[in-house]
């Protein structure tokens, strides 16, 4: 798949599982295949223990986006607290959401069957791992009823005090006429908002002007992105960019977190797409996820989330 620009990734998710919580949620990388967790391992020592192969390394993946998932699924609201980084920000269709607000939004979760989990991909990207899936659920959130069609899901862990914790989420399930998002209930850092909004507007600037090498140098190798088109592969993102032509994008109540190395900022971004027989993206206002690896020029983007897709 390619990714158009960049526009086209983002939201907060949860296909959660009720499931029984030691059951096996996905069927690439079952439970009962691993002696001892991945996570479990991790969290054994304050250094991080990556995975010494890419088998291990989708292993830590699908034990930590399956265990987010059951924190979801059983209500396990102190859990989910404990797992979510200082700097956790986290958007679905409805808009952007911080820790508190993400809570709030979990509380009004109902899961009305098992989901599927399928396609989990791991990749590290710096001192973080960015885990995408696609997860075939049939859930309502705040009275909004949505599909149980495979839709993608991306999280962003980075190993802290001992155990992997969550910086970032995005839920791409929505339903079939997206509404409008509302603007986000939590002020963030004056400061650090417009840092962090900065960064975002520079780097879709290049994707605007296609300006390859420029978008080139903030792409790490190893990011990923969700989009309408699925899971994206930080190598197929040039491709989109080059086929499509994009409007100026516009930022809407950008808001920015950080942790440690990661700085993940959020927005609702108005920016329409072009692809042609690909079809088109309208320039209407979408949630919008982006996490950053450094601070400024020398920033490297290893997840985008867009909730945009085509009318």
């Keep these: 798949m390619h990714l158009t620009p960049l526009i086209a990734a983002c939201s907060f998710t949860s296909t959660l599982l009720a499931l029984n919580p030691t059951a096996p ?11 001892q967790s991945a996570a479990s391992a991790a969290a054994s020592t304050s250094e991080v223990p990556w995975p010494a192969d890419d088998a291990g390394l989708q292993t830590l993946g699908n034990e930590l986006i399956t265990s987010a998932m059951r924190r979801f699924a059983t209500q396990d609201f102190s859990g989910m607290e404990s797992a979510w980084l200082p700097c ?34 791991a990749t590290r990207a710096g001192d ?36 992997w914790k969550v910086a970032a989420w995005a839920n791409l399930n929505m339903p079939t006429e997206r509404p409008a998002p509302a603007a986000p209930a939590f002020p963030g850092d004056a400061s ?8 975002l507007q520079t780097f879709l600037g290049t994707q605007q002007r296609k300006d390859i090498p420029a978008y080139e140098k903030w792409i790490d190798p190893h990011a990923q992105v969700v989009n309408f088109r699925g899971q994206i592969a930080a190598a197929d993102l040039q491709k989109g960019v080059k086929a499509a032509t994009s409007g100026v994008p516009t930022l809407h109540d950008a808001r920015t977190t950080r942790c440690g190395g990661l700085t993940v900022v959020t927005c609702n971004l108005s920016m329409s797409q072009d692809f042609g027989l690909g ?10 996820l982006a996490v950053f690896s450094g601070t400024g020029d020398t920033a490297k983007v290893i997840a985008l989330a867009n909730t945009n897709k085509p009318r």
């Design 25 to 35: 949620l996905s069927d690439s990388h079952p439970a009962a295949a691993i002696p």
């Design 88 to 121: 956790y920000q986290s958007i679905r269709f409805a808009g952007p959401a911080d820790r508190d607000e993400s809570l709030k939004v979990a509380k009004g979760l109902a899961i009305t069957d098992t989901p599927k989990i399928t396609q989990v991909r």
């Design 128 to 163: 973080a791992l960015v885990v995408t899936c696609l997860a075939a659920v049939g859930q309502t959130i705040g009275g909004e009823r949505l599909a149980g069609t495979p839709a993608p899901r991306l999280g962003v862990w980075q190993f802290d005090g001992g155990a």
């Design 192 to 199: 650090l908002n417009a840092q962090g909004a900065a960064m």
């Design 279 to 288: 079809g088109k993206l309208p320039a209407d206002p979408a949630p919008f």
